[in-house]
């Protein structure tokens, strides 16, 4: 099993970081969607994406995640998403951040679209939230865990 943990927006809140890694610590991805407004040094171990917010890093703007169960897309997501624009990047898990709104979308048998939220600014009526995610050679298992 693959363990994967993603988080995005959290626009300069580190606080509660390093008690995510610690409480993670067998994951074996952490994954940033955008706007750390953050250096990379202060991120380790995430994997990040540029948002529109990222002005003085140096982050990639989409990032590909390969896992032997299959792969991830990344980008920040600040320009309209659509299926056609998803199902082209021919992956299983396309993650957005941008809207500070946690959902889960299965296209089909094969795809799927996940924005974790905010975990220090959410948008959606949460109190922040963050995305784990569980990849078997068989299944994928989305859960959402509430700040």
């Known amino acids: 099993m693959v363990k994967i943990l993603v988080i995005s927006d ?11 890694l610690l409480s993670h610590s067998d994951y074996d991805f952490f994954l940033h969607l955008g706007d750390s407004e953050l250096p990379g040094y202060m991120l380790r171990p995430f994997a990040s994406v540029k948002g529109n917010c990222d002005y003085y890093n140096d982050y990639p703007p989409t990032r590909t995640i390969i896992t032997k169960y299959g792969s ?12 056609e624009y998803i199902l082209s990047k021919d992956v299983k898990i396309f993650l957005h951040g941008h809207t500070h709104t946690h959902y889960i979308r299965k296209l089909d048998d094969n795809h799927y679209v996940a924005n974790p939220g905010s975990y220090s600014r959410p948008r959606d009526g949460s109190t922040g939230t963050y995305l784990e995610i569980y990849l078997t050679e068989n299944s994928v298992e989305f859960k959402f865990k509430n700040r």
């Open 10 to 20: 959290t626009h300069g809140d580190i606080s509660w970081i390093n008690d995510l």
């Open 72 to 83: 991830l897309y990344l980008e920040h997501g600040n320009h309209y998403i659509d299926d």
